[in-house]
């Protein structure tokens, strides 16, 4: 059956916000080394000194989240981390450093450039345990039930369809795994031109809910325990810390054809089949 002319058009309109993303987070991977400007923004955002002074600086130099979540952290026993929307690999390396030998690091990613600096960073510190994915976190190609723990700083407000990434968070944690995120909430209406302009999202900020909105989606997405905590202005919106955990009698089913959907829709996409 044919696409209707609305169906049509949200594809069209999919793929060129996410063209935009890709195109913006390119550049940021491929920018100079040497800028100061990811390091700070870093230390403001509440990164401790001596976790920045451990990584390589071309790493903290690609920074662009909206806050610090690894404190208070136990990561003791945890097997499997993913990590949606890693961008250069900050967080996935500091947290790869704490697991136990064996664990694991997904470093997901929708940009590849991106996906190199993590290649990159893992080398340099040996950090075996990272393994960089391309994908799509409306569509992520993990098997369900895989992670201990889904992290992500300032991504799920660029997805389109947040309400679908936060479903794919639930769907690949296994049942009590935690959720722990920065991301974005507003408190009032954004400009309707921001709102609605492709490039808003590309901006990260076409896509930022209310906060009681955002906790309705992880709700309904299968999450319970939502804390949504440290608020910080963030102009023109606020950063928050996110925290939830997948309910044990969440049941999701992934029909085949958005596994199939989610390997074609992202370029040189890894399907992790097991760990």
């Not at 309904?220 to 804390?227: K, M």
């Not at 949504?228 to 928050?240: E, G, K, L, Q, W």
Request: glycine share 6%.
């Amino acid at each position: 059956m044919a696409a209707t002319p609305h169906a049509r058009h949200a594809r069209t309109r999919e793929q060129y916000v996410k063209q935009l993303i890709r195109k913006r987070y390119t550049g940021i991977a491929n920018a100079d080394p040497t800028s100061t400007g990811g390091h700070e923004r870093a230390r403001q955002d509440g990164y401790p000194a001596a976790h920045l002074a451990a990584l390589p600086r071309n790493t903290v130099a690609r920074y662009s989240g909206c806050g610090y979540a690894l404190e208070d952290l136990n990561l003791r026993g945890m097997r499997v981390i993913v990590d949606l929307g890693c961008g250069a690999g900050l967080d996935a390396c500091l947290i790869a450093a704490c697991l136990d030998a064996g664990a694991r690091v997904v470093a997901l990613d929708l940009t590849h450039a991106m996906l190199e600096r993590v290649r990159e960073t893992a080398r340099e510190l040996s950090r075996t345990g990272i393994q960089p994915v391309a994908g799509d976190m409306e569509r992520l190609p993990l098997r369900d039930a895989i992670a201990d723990v889904v992290l992500a700083n300032a991504s799920f407000n660029l997805t389109l369809n947040a309400q679908a990434a936060f479903a794919e968070a639930a769907r690949i944690l296994r049942p009590g795994g935690q959720l722990i995120a920065r991301e974005l909430v507003r408190e009032q209406v954004l400009p309707a031109e921001l709102a609605t302009d492709p490039l808003g999202w590309n901006a990260s900020l076409g896509g930022v809910p209310e906060e009681a909105t955002l906790r309705e989606m992880l709700l309904s997405a299968g999450f319970e325990d939502v804390r949504i905590v440290d608020h910080r202005p963030f102009a023109p919106v606020t950063s928050v810390r996110l925290r939830a955990r997948r309910r044990y009698d969440h049941q999701q089913i992934t029909p085949a054809s958005s596994l199939v959907q989610s390997t074609a829709n992202c370029r040189s996409a890894v399907t992790v089949d097991r760990f």
